[in-house]
């Protein structure tokens, strides 16, 4: 299939799905995980009318970037060190991964530095596996205030790389305790957390149906990705 036959399939499926939920239209994002995806097959996807990317690693995106179009929106998603955290911010409108204090502080100092506002989501290990990054979920108040404290800071909402199960219903327990944990700060902190981003090929489903607003999709649009 080409990109634009790929992209007009999946736009189907969420709209559908989105609406089978009984959620507004247009309120679940795609954000593409375009890892390891090949710029000219990205370029492929923009002309089908893609226009967000979600990419893992700092290297590989500063590579990437400057050859696609200026109007595309690149958001981080993979695990971030504080020593990337300068190129993050210059190439990144929404780095999805920060689960530190230390993070924060330092996007602060580098998007004062640019005169940008960072918009960022904290990460969250909803089930605490070890091998994950993510804060645990009590630790989420405290980043979200902290963030929402620094002038150059915006924390949109929460995100989670959920557990893999066979059968992703068993997934929605894990997406349901997101969701709620965004609940309980909005109220406990009296702030608007309006983004969860939640949800990948395989159990993007289950997120949407939990309240997902921005799905992760890699295999399901690029293929199986070839190490
Ligand atoms: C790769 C990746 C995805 C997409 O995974 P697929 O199963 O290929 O859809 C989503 N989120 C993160 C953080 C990823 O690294």
């Given at each position: 299939m080409d990109a634009s036959e790929v992209l007009q399939f999946w736009q189907e499926q969420i709209a559908e799905a989105v609406k089978a939920a009984g959620r507004p239209p247009g309120s679940v994002r795609l954000v593409p995980a375009?890892?390891?995806?090949p710029p000219k097959r990205l370029q492929e996807f923009v002309r089908a009318g893609l226009r967000i990317f979600g990419e893992n690693r700092i290297q590989e995106a500063k590579a990437k970037i400057p050859l696609l179009p200026a109007s595309c929106e690149w958001h981080f998603i993979g695990g971030l060190q504080s020593n990337k955290v300068r190129d993050a911010v210059a190439f990144f409108e929404c780095i999805h991964s920060v689960d530190s204090a230390g993070l924060l502080e330092e996007i602060e100092k580098r998007a004062a530095a640019l005169g940008k506002n960072q918009k960022v989501l904290v990460e969250v290990n909803v089930a605490g596996e070890s091998n994950k990054h993510g804060c645990p979920p009590e630790q989420a108040a405290g980043l979200v205030r902290l963030g929402n404290g620094?002038?150059?800071?915006?924390?949109?909402g929460l995100m989670t790389v959920a557990p893999f199960f066979?059968?992703?219903?068993?997934?929605r327990p894990y997406f349901h305790r997101l969701a709620a944990l965004r609940d309980s700060l909005e109220g406990e902190?009296?702030?608007?957390?309006?983004e969860l981003s939640m949800g990948m090929t395989h159990d993007w489903k289950v997120a949407v149906e939990e309240g997902s607003t921005m799905i992760r999709i890699g295999t399901g649009l690029f293929g199986m990705r070839t190490p």
């Open positions: 375009s890892k390891t995806v620094l002038p150059h800071v915006t924390v949109c066979e059968d992703p219903a068993q997934v902190l009296g702030v608007r957390l309006p």
